[in-house]
């Protein structure tokens, strides 16, 4: 079992900046790779930006430019750096990771992006 602890959101103006961050223990050998997914009320959950072991990455490109998805190794950690905020941002952040055959889940985090 791998389980996930997500940090790091809040309320921003638009064109600030916030970083997320997930915290990942247990069967940390057997994550293949980590990423970020975001909801917002009345839409599908979507994909944001994914990370492998050895640093690969793909973002949405609705965020591209803006975010960037890193991970500390030796601490088990994934960061999501978010730059430029808009308010189509505004949504529930969820950390993800990928181990073996099963998708493991944070419990969400909310971003509002408001003036």
């Known amino acids: 079992q791998v389980q996930l602890v997500e940090s790091g959101g809040g309320l921003v103006q638009p064109g600030g900046s916030l970083r997320l961050s997930c915290a990942a223990s247990?069967?940390?050998?057997?994550?293949?790779?980590m990423g970020w997914y975001r909801q917002a009320p009345g839409k599908q959950r979507e994909l944001v930006a994914t990370i492998t072991r050895g640093g690969s990455t793909a973002y949405a490109d609705s965020v591209k430019g803006r975010f960037t998805i890193s991970i500390d190794n030796a601490n088990h950690t994934e960061f999501l750096q978010m730059n430029s905020l808009k308010p189509q941002d505004t949504a529930v952040y969820y950390c993800h990771a990928r181990a073996g055959w099963v998708d493991y889940w944070g419990q969400g985090t909310q971003v509002t992006v408001s003036s």
């Open positions: 247990g069967s940390i050998l057997s994550i293949s790779y």
